[in-house]
């Protein structure tokens, strides 16, 4: 089982998505776990949401900050994990509210030798604005809730909502990597050091999370499926820009068509050149007072 779980927590200029995340992160039954926001690039406003949230998380909360150049969620999530001091990276997006339960779950699927994919329900533009605007917890609802949001469509499915004991069912899919998303994703820190954490040649919106799954199964490391366990709700935005999904998919091909399981510019090179680009840490000790 994992001791300390580093939640690394990926945003970019969305502030008040993030202050949801951060008050759903709050309310875990489970307290044995940090918080990274990899932030890439966002501005002073961002920085204040994690400044006013760190006394209140209940929990040790940083920031690891680099500048904005293009869509670089690769590289910010391997400095929140070179940042990280926990022996279980939980990868979570900063517009995906998590229920109380989330941690513990996930605490309780983690096994060596498998990752952990979870799953999402996709909130409607206007139950988002609820949320950010009138300061809904809609992570709070129970499931008859959900069931009538699922008919007004308020949400695009109700199986993430769902909590069923799946026991061996779970590994029923141990090689595939298809379906999975890092906005939902567990992996052991000594199997992200084993593939050098995510690539940073993924430049731009797609395929840097299917990347990292294809080296870690290439690396013998397993998928577990956390559906029906460890859904979360994802806040509405507008779509990214995809203009270098077709290049980034190229790149993802072939990789699978290889048996190459280091990243070409991974941890390493983020851990050999630390000054490349500008990087701030927040204290993670003032939070963690008695």
């Known amino acids: 089982m994992a001791e300390l ?10 502030e008040d998505a993030l202050a949801a995340v951060l008050r759903s992160l709050a309310r875990q039954q489970d307290r044995g776990f940090e918080v990274i926001v990899a932030d890439d690039g966002s501005g002073p406003a961002t920085a204040a949401i ?50 109380s339960d989330f941690i513990a779950v996930h605490r309780q699927l983690a096994e060596r030798g498998w990752f952990v994919t ?3 329900a996709l909130l409607s533009a206007d139950l988002t604005a609820m ?6 917890a809609a992570e709070s609802w129970g499931f008859n809730m959900w069931m009538t949001q699922r008919r007004n469509g308020g ?3 109700l199986g993430p909502m769902l909590n069923l004991p799946l026991g061996p069912l779970r590994k029923l899919r141990p090689q595939a990597w298809q379906g999975a998303r890092s906005c939902n994703l567990a992996v052991w820190r000594s199997d992200l050091d084993r593939v050098d954490g995510f690539d940073a040649a993924f430049s731009g919106w797609g395929r840097e999370d299917s990347d990292l799954l294809v080296r870690l199964l290439h690396s013998g490391v397993r998928r577990k499926d956390g559906a029906y366990a460890t859904g979360v709700l994802h806040l509405w935005h507008a779509e990214a820009d995809r203009s270098r999904l077709t290049e980034n998919q190229q790149w993802l091909d072939d990789v699978i068509a290889s048996n190459r ?11 050999a050149t630390p000054t ?8 993670l000790a003032q939070s963690q007072r008695s």
């Open 131 to 136: 949320v950010l605007h009138d300061g809904v």
């Open 5 to 14: 779980i580093s939640v690394i927590l990926t945003t970019f200029d969305r």
């Open 276 to 283: 490349r680009t500008a990087t701030r840490v927040a204290s």
């Open 155 to 157: 949400i695009n499915r």
């Open 118 to 120: 979870g799953n999402r």
């Open 261 to 271: 399981i280091k990243a070409e510019r991974g941890m390493s090179t983020l851990a």
């Open 50 to 99: 994690v400044a006013a949230w760190k006394d209140r998380i209940g929990v040790p909360l940083g920031q690891v900050w680099q500048e904005h150049h293009d869509f670089r969620a690769a590289e910010i999530r391997n400095r929140a994990i070179l940042a990280s001091r926990g022996d279980y990276c939980l990868f979570l997006d900063g517009d995906c509210l998590v229920r």
